[in-house]
């Protein structure tokens, strides 16, 4: 029955122009930033050879992709997160859901997974573009592998903050704005606050459990940090979606 | 007995903040009838129809569905709802047919039986030849269709239309009262409308609202032999004495009209007419007309629903 809901989203999706658009821009976006990132290494690539520790591609490139990636699909998550649950209700299409033998969890999890999918998608675009520098050397996997997930586990949480967001109103402008509101706050968290409370708040930062994933460290805190918090955001859309029907 | 009892309402209310959308309404509906649930404006069809359908939590009251509690067991009461709302729930950019599977799998009809599920649905709403057709692209009472054969897909028990002929043509409206009479058969049916007539040709069962409260609930039957005699209408060429016709046994009003007739309204099974014309012969009032008035129901709903408010105004 979740396969049957995240299906609806992923073919309403493709049949816009939306989902084509957002991968097409995103695509362009990040061959620009690839090449230049492969540039820069080119051109400094004799002096990096002359280091004692010498740091190869996946650690300039692979890195520093994946790092730009999670800022340009931040950018980009809200757009794709807005109409999950607004447009359903402003159209009053959400009363088919809500008649059908469907619990809430079912139709929260259906529209979550069918976003993952989508999201999937993007990031197998990013990652095709660091894999194909295998044409011409070699990359150290491990680190790779670690930064894809790192990237997956992120996206995962934007969406989920997007989905939330979007079951509190019906407008899907203001779920998108109001996602890039959370979303950016969460980047610039550890910006703000000295001392011990501006270490909590930075805690609390998407992008800095994202950091060790890019230098390819795997700390199963920070898995478990975006993995609570995808949790929450989908309990709490589900309990959102039952108070439409209690509240008034 | 218990089979037949499809839809359970027990004395179901609804707030919306301090106003009473649905005040304390019961009622039953068997297995074969069709409900007509009429009522002004914001009467409170639409919320009763919607804690039916468990789109909506009553505030309190209890409502079965084929047995099954709506609150306890929501899955099981909701596979035998059909549910048309006021503005039919469709994606705009799927086509008839797709659309329709996804409403078949929603409701858990096997893949196999999806397109016989189908086939069948689309037959029984006219949708033969537009099924590959975007539904954004069809005209309203098309769209009205689609969400008919929607709510009767997975051939559920109850089906519950929210004003289904709204929008329609002549032509179209009369083919959903075919529809719905033919649904009848298998299914239980309630229909909501502001219609009047709509509800004569189509319910055998009418119930009608009026701010919240349930104000009536008969079969058309009992209705229509209501309606037959409740209202005499009189000429007289003397001047006459209103109140010694009020306390004849049986009737509960008197008015005049404009154009100097009475209109005399007495309670059901209480015929003064006999009481009444010895009256006006003993006072020499000289009766020129009798007329047994037939009310129709739009008399009816007008008096029930004005009684209301009146009340309600007395009582502020």
Not at chain 2, 152 to 166: K, N
């Amino acid at each position: 029955m979740i396969f049957t809901l995240a299906w609806r989203e992923i073919r309403s999706m493709f049949l816009s122009p939306l989902a084509w658009v957002i991968l097409g821009v995103v695509q362009a976006l990040m061959g620009w930033l690839f090449l230049n990132h492969v540039d820069n290494y080119m051109s400094i690539q004799s002096r990096l050879l002359s280091m004692q520790t010498p740091i190869g591609l996946t650690d300039i490139v692979v890195a520093s992709v994946f790092g730009n990636a999670a800022i340009i699909l931040l950018l980009v998550v809200p757009l794709i997160t807005m109409r999950l649950v607004s447009e359903e209700r402003r159209n009053r299409t959400l009363t088919l859901l809500y008649s059908a033998p469907l619990s809430m969890t079912e139709i929260i999890l259906g529209k979550y997974l069918g976003i993952l999918f989508f999201l999937l998608v993007v990031l197998f675009l990013v990652a095709l573009m660091p894999l194909s520098l295998l044409a011409g050397g070699s990359l150290d996997f491990g680190a790779f592998a670690s930064g894809f997930l790192g990237l997956a586990l992120l996206l995962a949480s934007f969406a989920a903050v997007g989905l939330f967001m979007s079951t509190l109103t019906q407008n899907p402008t203001i779920a998108a704005v109001s996602t890039f509101g959370m979303l950016l706050l969460s980047w610039v968290l550890d910006t703000g606050g000295q001392g011990a409370s501006g270490n909590v708040l930075a805690y609390f930062s998407l992008l800095n459990h994202y950091e060790p994933f890019l230098k390819g460290v795997f700390d199963s805190a920070d898995a478990v940090f975006y993995i609570l918090l995808i949790t929450t955001f989908l309990v709490l859309s589900t309990r959102r979606l039952d108070a439409d029907r209690l509240g008034g | 007995m218990s089979n037949n009892l499809l839809v359970e309402v027990d004395s179901v209310s609804r707030y919306f903040g301090d106003l009473a959308a649905v005040n304390d309404v019961s009622f039953t509906v068997n297995k074969g009838t069709v409900l007509g649930f009429l009522g002004p404006n914001g009467a409170g069809k639409t919320t009763t129809m919607q804690m039916i359908t468990g789109n909506l939590a009553p505030t309190s009251g209890r409502i079965k569905i084929a047995g099954y509690d709506l609150l306890d067991e929501p899955r099981a009461a909701k596979a035998c709802i059909g549910y048309l709302p006021e503005q039919p729930p469709l994606y705009l950019e799927y086509t008839v047919d797709e659309y329709l599977d996804f409403c078949a799998a929603l409701n858990r009809i096997p893949k196999k039986q999806r397109l016989g599920a189908r086939q069948q649905a689309k037959e029984r709403c006219g949708l033969t030849d537009a099924g590959r057709r975007l539904i954004g692209n069809l005209s309203k009472g098309y769209r009205q269709r689609v969400g008919i054969a929607q709510a009767i897909i997975h051939q559920p028990q109850v089906v519950i239309l929210d004003e289904p002929t709204a929008g329609l043509d002549p032509i179209q409206i009369r083919e959903i009262r075919t529809l719905v009479r033919e649904l009848s058969q298998e299914h239980a049916v309630i229909l909501s409308t502001h219609i009047l007539p709509e509800v004569q040709s189509s319910c055998d069962h009418v119930q009608i609202i009026d701010r919240g409260k349930l104000v009536l609930n008969d079969s058309i039957d009992g209705l229509t032999q209501r309606m037959q005699s409740s209202t005499l209408s009189l000429r007289f060429s003397n001047s006459v004495d209103t109140s010694r016709i009020e306390q004849l046994n049986g009737v509960r009003s008197t008015r005049l009209l404009d154009d100097g007739r009475y209109q005399v309204y007495y309670q059901a099974g209480q015929d003064p007419t006999d009481a009444l014309v010895k009256l006006a012969v003993d006072n020499h009032w000289g009766l020129r007309e009798l007329i047994p008035e037939k009310a129709s129901l739009e008399d009816m709903f007008l008096e029930l629903t004005k009684h209301d408010k009146t009340q309600a105004e007395a009582t502020i």
